[in-house]
């Protein structure tokens, strides 16, 4: 189990190297930051001064190096189009777009996984038939669809939700919360719903599958033969064993969730990382794109390095065979 | 009868006395989807004879009549069946046209990561050793990221490089940051059946009577292993247009000039306060009946191809 977790820890390690030097790449080749930052009239040797330094007379793997001691330091220099530190511009955005993701992901787990067990030990119904139908809809409706038929319905034609912004935050030692206050709350609930509808129609569809598989084998017939009430057999039998597939899906997806709260803070106006990076792709703003580009890499390292030490949690067999590489 | 019938069967011939046909008259959803499916794609090829109005056509279009609700809202117009958006232009043909674009980026996107993809998958099925090593691992790491970031962030860096980009390389980088992010699958799949083909004996016997590597592998190995990728293009189809939409609606996809679905939806948007839900939800309708058809067809036709359900 140790060697697997080193192993996984390099792997880790070899990918956000590479990010690192794509964001590196894109510092060094994409637009010229020193004509950016003095402008068009300035003369050579201010150029040349400048140059200088910022270090970019270094030689390649010196300047790399010195791009990834800032970047664990979490320095990314100054945003090309706001002229403030990117750190402090990200550390402003990000508590939103947790939040929002955290918001979503509940919902998602905690509607989609009873709805998904549901559909399948009711297979047939009318009611688990809606089910699927509604959640074949979420999977293939664009979030900012689902985002703007919320709003036109619950904003628009009921006026019963706000549509834009986070309301009124709470501050808590830099961290600014939206979960303290009703207004915040009110705000949260139509980003959220909109973020969680594809993961919850995914995790739906996963549970569903996944434990009309389980219900087919032996050890299920088995474990009614020996008498076990249903609940048992479903919850304590099959729903344990679905779970692996399962975990490795939501853990990808919160990920995921994170990618799409861009496209859910553009159509709320959600004063989230996602706009902020969105606005730096319109207007090529290559620091606050790299330091983005880093941060969620580093996002999804970590869940996916959660997600494996979960298997060992909740799949026994895996701590004692060599884990199935791959898909 | 012609004396034609009695030659072996053409292509055609076969495919209408086979499977995939007898499947595909048999299931109702499927015919469904692909009316759908054909009527939108019909509609987007020959916008220009079909659509009612020419929406670009700035001599055509009268301000005065912007902003009119569909026509049996009332206040419509019949000239406007779907009514116009703010600038007067018909919703109903700026749809199709449109729909065309997102089409257009949908299925070039596909093809780009298609022939990527198939290419790379071949090459690391039947290579091997270090460069299959090499390509999985590539894979591993874009897989491990939502194609939309990927996607948002190489249109990022097309937008840098080319500061002042004109309409045309716009959409080149628009498509080359879509493909980019959807030939992994096409390599994993294609690699996997690769695996399996190779050691086939047809493979064995034509390296045995000499014929080189590429030949085998483009014209032995690649008709093998084509049937689930045509299955993965056709839902990547939809996939595609999808995301074509998000990048238009995020302000980052095709450019203004020539607006797709999404950004059709993006102006829209704008105007869902002030009560003209039209401009909005018409394309978005219409960018759901084209994604749901096709997906619906890609279902069908997987479960038509693979010889364990039937």
């Known amino acids: ?327 | 009868m012609n004396t034609t019938a009695i030659k072996a069967p053409g292509a055609l011939a076969r495919f209408f006395d086979g499977d995939v046909w007898h499947s595909f008259k048999s299931s109702p959803m499927a015919i469904t989807a692909a009316v759908i499916a054909a009527v939108c794609v019909f509609c987007a090829i020959f916008a220009n004879w079909v659509a009612p109005h020419n929406p670009f056509d700035l001599a055509a279009v009268n301000l005065s009549d912007s902003r009119l609700p569909p026509a049996w809202i009332e206040g419509g117009s019949r000239t406007y069946l779907l009514g116009t958006d703010d600038q007067g232009r018909d919703i109903l043909s700026a749809i199709m046209y449109g729909a065309r674009i997102s089409l257009f980026v949908g299925v070039a996107s596909v093809l780009v990561s298609m022939v990527v993809g198939v290419g790379l998958g071949l090459l690391s099925g039947f290579a091997g050793g270090k460069v299959d090593a090499l390509i999985m691992r590539v894979c591993d790491v874009m897989l491990s990221f939502p194609s939309l970031l990927v996607a948002l962030l190489i249109d990022g860096i097309g937008r840098a490089i080319f500061p002042n980009a004109h309409d045309t390389l716009a959409f080149g980088v628009l498509i080359v940051a879509i493909s980019l992010t959807g030939w992994v699958q096409y390599a994993r799949t294609v690699r996997g059946s690769t695996l399996v083909e190779r050691n086939r004996e047809y493979v064995q016997a034509a390296r045995v009577i000499g014929v080189k590597p590429s030949r085998i592998m483009f014209k032995h190995v690649l008709p093998n292993v084509m049937g689930p990728v045509l299955v993965l293009a056709t839902i990547h189809v939809a996939a595609a247009i999808l995301t074509e939409a998000t990048l238009s609606f995020l302000g980052v996809g095709v450019p203004p000039t020539s607006p797709s679905l999404g950004t059709l939806i993006r102006i829209g948007n704008d105007f869902l306060f002030s009560g003209e839900w039209w401009i909005t939800i018409f394309p978005g309708a219409m960018l759901i009946l084209i994604a749901l058809s096709v997906n619906l067809l890609g279902d069908w036709l997987r479960d038509a191809l693979n010889p364990r359900l039937r």
């Not at chain 1, 985002?147 to 808590?172: E, N, Q, W, Y």
């Not at chain 1, 996944?210 to 474990?223: H, N, Q």
């Open chain 1, 1 to 327: 189990m140790l060697a697997f977790i080193l192993r996984r820890l390099a792997q880790a390690l070899v990918v956000m190297l590479s990010v690192a030097f794509i964001a590196f790449m894109l510092f060094q080749y994409v637009g010229d930051p020193v004509a950016s930052m003095l402008g068009q009239d300035a003369t050579p040797e201010q150029r040349v001064a400048l140059r200088a330094e910022l270090g970019l007379d270094k030689p390649f793997p010196v300047q790399f190096a010195r791009f990834v001691g800032n970047a664990l330091q979490g320095d990314f220099g100054l945003s090309l189009r706001q002229g403030r530190k990117v750190s402090a511009l990200i550390a402003e955005r990000l508590p939103a777009t947790l939040e929002l993701s955290i918001a979503a992901a509940v919902i998602a787990l905690a509607v989609g996984i009873p709805l998904g067990v549901f559909a399948a030990l009711k297979r047939g119904t009318f009611a688990s038939q809606v089910a699927m139908t509604v959640s074949l809809l979420g999977v293939s409706l664009p979030t900012f669809l689902i985002g703007i038929l919320l709003i036109l319905l619950f904003a628009v034609t009921l006026k019963l939700l706000p549509s834009f912004g986070r309301g009124d935050t709470v501050s808590l030692g830099g961290w600014t919360t939206g979960f303290l206050t009703v207004d915040g709350w009110k705000h949260l609930i139509l980003p959220a719903i909109t973020l969680s509808v594809f993961q919850l129609a995914l995790i739906l569809r996963l549970v569903r599958a996944e434990m009309l598989e389980v219900l087919r084998t032996d050890y299920i017939k088995f474990a009614r033969a020996r008498g076990l009430p249903n609940r048992s057999v479903y919850f304590g039998h099959a729903l344990k064993n679905t779970l692996v597939p399962v975990i490795t899906i939501t853990g990808l997806q919160l990920g995921a969730l994170i990618a799409f709260a861009i496209i859910t803070e553009t159509v709320f106006q959600w004063p989230g990382m996602g706009l902020l990076f969105i606005q730096a792709v319109q207007f090529a703003d290559v620091p606050v794109m790299a330091a983005y580009l880093c941060l969620v890499a580093l996002i999804f390292v970590v869940v996916n390095l959660i997600v494996d030490l979960l298997y060992f949690a909740v799949d026994p067999r895996l701590r004692i065979e060599k884990p199935a590489g791959g898909h």
